[in-house]
């Protein structure tokens, strides 16, 4: 009917807007190979016209390029595969079109049933000087993390992982197949504390990722761009070191399974909660409620949480006068100690962790 030529072809070209926005706006700096997939996309009608056929909240690029790499990880679109391994952009858009035309099903298939995942790496530069500072603070000996909003727990591992700051202090294993870096900035230097041995590690989330399923750990890859390829590498050792170590999934509304989660942290460790750029996701009252599961845990013992959160997200967490569209983050550290809670703003961060101020005494 006229009138349904009419809403697809308005249909095409908001998506077309859409994927033209993305490239323009974000791609090109973090990816540039789908910055350029993403422009070919948006200029084709019938690579359109397949996008459009997915459920409305699956069209958006995020799904399509990660149902996309996922073919290619599944070795069935080799002519994207070697466009991507050799970062050629132009090849590359050509080669998504043509397997996006080839292979409607699949792709759709793919992008129908997978929920996106964006459980980032690197956060451990902010997250090992923040939980060691906990334990020191707290004199724990043992540590039971517990990670809420992120999948696959990956947040759990900060202790296996080598973390070099830009001033030249090394913390964590040296040796471990997982390196990150940061740089710093201002005047105080990174506490040089270890963090004390973990014994339990715990991941909370309403839709938690078994990293040992290899499928799982397949979509996981498809949901990062391929490039640059050096962040490939480092979700490849993440993913490899939460599989030899993997934690207790519990699934469910992460503040309400919080009190589970304290339950598997032994009496004799002090279980550190950590949260990095997932708050946000809840309203206000569910971040108040996220608090107050903290205090009521803390009626039997000493609890910690530590938090990567942009400013004013964190409930009781200072803000130190920042503005909320700073551009940065606060790391936070929260103390619970029988009926005392401490509070304290221990550092500013920036690109969820490459730059780090260190601001504690």
């Not at 939980?131 to 000996?141: I, K, T």
Request: hydrophobic share 45%; charged share 20%; proline share 9%.
């Amino acid at each position: 009917m006229p009138g349904d030529e009419g809403a697809t072809a308005g249909g095409t070209r908001t998506l077309a807007r859409v994927y033209r926005r993305f490239a323009e706006a974000g791609a090109g700096k973090t990816s540039p190979l789908y910055a350029r997939v993403a422009v070919a996309l948006s200029e084709s009608g019938e690579a359109l016209r397949v996008i459009e056929a997915a459920p409305a909240r699956r069209r958006n690029r995020t799904v399509i390029l990660a149902a996309l790499h996922h073919l290619v990880l599944d070795g069935r679109a080799p002519e994207l595969a070697a466009a991507y391994a050799a970062a050629d952009r132009d090849a590359a858009a050509a080669a998504a079109i043509d397997t996006l035309l080839r292979m409607p099903g699949p792709v759709l298939a793919v992008a129908a049933c997978r929920p996106p995942r964006a459980d980032g790496t690197g956060r451990h530069a902010v997250l090992y000087p923040a939980v060691a500072e906990a334990a020191h603070r707290l004199g724990a000996r043992a540590v039971g993390l517990i990670d809420v909003g992120r999948p696959a727990g990956l947040n759990l591992q900060v202790d296996r992982a080598g973390v070099v700051h830009g001033d030249g202090r090394v913390l964590g294993d040296p040796s471990s197949p997982v390196q990150v870096s940061a740089s710093i900035v201002g005047d105080r230097p990174v506490p040089a504390r270890a963090v004390p041995e973990v014994v339990a590690r715990v991941c909370v989330d309403r839709d938690p990722v078994d990293v040992t399923d290899p499928d799982e750990a397949r979509w996981l890859r498809a949901c990062l761009p391929p490039d640059p390829p050096e962040r490939i590498a480092g979700l490849e050792a993440e993913l490899a070191s939460a599989a030899a170590a993997p934690p207790l999934l519990l699934r469910g509304d992460p503040v309400e399974a919080l009190s589970d989660a304290f339950a598997h942290v032994p009496v004799d460790a002090l279980p550190v909660v950590t949260t990095t750029w997932v708050l946000s996701r809840l309203p206000l009252e569910g971040r108040l409620r996220f608090l107050h599961r903290l205090d009521e845990a803390a009626a039997g013992r000493p609890v910690a949480w530590v938090s990567a959160e942009g400013v004013g997200v964190a409930p009781a967490v200072p803000t130190l006068g920042d503005r909320r569209a700073s551009g940065h983050s606060i790391i936070g550290l929260a103390l619970f100690d029988g009926p005392a809670l401490r509070t304290e703003a221990v550092g500013r961060c920036w690109s969820q962790g490459r730059t780090l101020a260190w601001l504690a005494d």
